[in-house]
């Protein structure tokens, strides 16, 4: 998931998902607080998109007429930030601040610092009188924690505590993946795979250890989801090592209902793809949830150590990622 808030910048982590677009990758926009959101600084912007590459070819991979890749340009970004506008204002219930208002792109501070990884489309219907030109049908934010720390820090720590647990894993490098939607036509298990192929490239790149973000129920009655809140408190809790508490003045409590009283089936039902899809990749999650009234979402916090993620998921994109190796 970015925009405007009262107050002081935010900090960081994955925002991992509107999963009203199953099975697709839909995060809630980050928002940063403060007015002085900028159009992407050109010197800044290149300096950031000259150092994601540090080594890595910015193409990583293909799938049919699909290309996954990193973007290398601030042009490349404004793409991204405008397919984000046209999912997060235009299907979701976000609201824009003045500056993606008149802009008609979703932007922030972050993404001048942050990676971008796009998924384009070479076969896309050509405008009439344009020149032809992949379409970007994707998108996902990727920071990673040295960036992070030289700059706003991660946004997420504006509703859940991570300090002590990245100070408690100090030789460990996390990731921040966020801002990630997904154009309608394009929401299937190809972009998907692309979306993950991507990722995957990038972690073993960079070394990455652990990923970390938040994932959205639609809604901001958590009595309502008190079925999918509790079965994510009673059987999907990150063990203590892992453990993070959302900040105290926006926990909501996860367990509604009693382990006893949930029904695990009926509870995967209502959970959101993508989180099901986060429990399949091995992933945990958080004590709390936070409302994001904004968004119109209730967040839980994802937590994915590399090192705890399914075999069989690391088998399919290969332990060199070379499933869709370009």
């Given at each position: 998931?970015?925009?405007?808030?009262?107050?002081?910048?935010?900090?960081?982590?994955?925002?991992?998902?509107?999963?009203?677009?199953?099975?697709?990758?839909?995060?809630?926009?980050?928002?940063?607080?403060?007015?002085?959101?900028?159009?992407?600084?050109?010197?800044?912007?290149?300096?950031?998109?000259?150092?994601?590459?540090?080594?890595?070819?910015?193409?990583?991979?293909?799938?049919?007429?699909?290309?996954?890749?990193?973007?290398?340009?601030?042009?490349?970004?404004?793409?991204?930030?405008?397919?984000?506008?046209?999912?997060?204002?235009?299907?979701?219930?976000?609201?824009?601040?003045?500056?993606?208002?008149?802009?008609?792109?979703d932007l922030d501070d972050y993404d001048a610092i942050c990676d971008h990884l796009l998924v384009l489309d070479h076969a896309a219907r050509r405008k009439p009188f344009r020149k032809p030109k992949p379409q970007v049908v994707g998108t996902y934010r990727l920071l990673r924690q040295e960036v992070a720390d030289r700059h706003f820090g991660f946004y997420t720590a504006g509703e859940y505590d991570i300090g002590p647990l990245l100070d408690a894993n100090p030789d460990l490098h996390f990731l921040e993946l966020g801002r990630s939607c997904v154009l309608a036509p394009y929401r299937n298990k190809r972009t998907v795979e692309l979306l993950w192929h991507g990722i995957w490239t990038y972690v073993l790149h960079h070394r990455i250890d652990v990923m970390i973000g938040c994932a959205s129920l639609e809604g901001t009655d958590p009595d309502k989801l008190a079925l999918p809140l509790s079965f994510l408190h009673h059987y999907a809790r990150a063990p203590e090592r892992w453990r993070v508490e959302a900040v105290g003045e926006r926990f909501v409590a996860m367990d509604r209902l009693s382990k006893e009283a949930v029904d695990p089936k009926a509870a995967l039902r209502e959970l959101p793809p993508?989180?099901?899809?986060?429990?399949?990749?091995?992933?945990?999650?958080?004590?709390?949830?936070?409302?994001?009234?904004?968004?119109?979402?209730?967040?839980?916090?994802?937590?994915?150590?590399?090192?705890?993620?399914n075999r069989r998921y690391i088998e399919h994109f290969g332990s060199s990622a070379d499933r869709h190796a370009a």
């Open positions: 998931m970015t925009m405007s808030r009262p107050g002081a910048p935010k900090r960081s982590i994955i925002r991992f998902a509107s999963e009203r677009f199953a099975p697709s990758f839909a995060l809630n926009p980050l928002q940063l607080g403060g007015g002085a959101v900028k159009l992407i600084p050109g010197m800044k912007a290149r300096a950031a998109l000259a150092e994601a590459r540090r080594g890595l070819d910015p193409v990583l991979g293909r799938l049919g007429s699909r290309e996954v890749r990193l973007a290398t340009t601030p042009k490349d970004i404004r793409r991204a930030q405008r397919l984000r506008y046209r999912v997060f204002y235009g299907e979701m219930s976000a609201v824009p601040n003045a500056t993606s208002l008149l802009s008609r792109r993508l989180v099901k899809g986060y429990l399949r990749l091995g992933a945990s999650f958080g004590d709390g949830a936070v409302i994001d009234r904004q968004f119109g979402t209730t967040d839980v916090l994802v937590i994915l150590p590399v090192s705890a993620i």
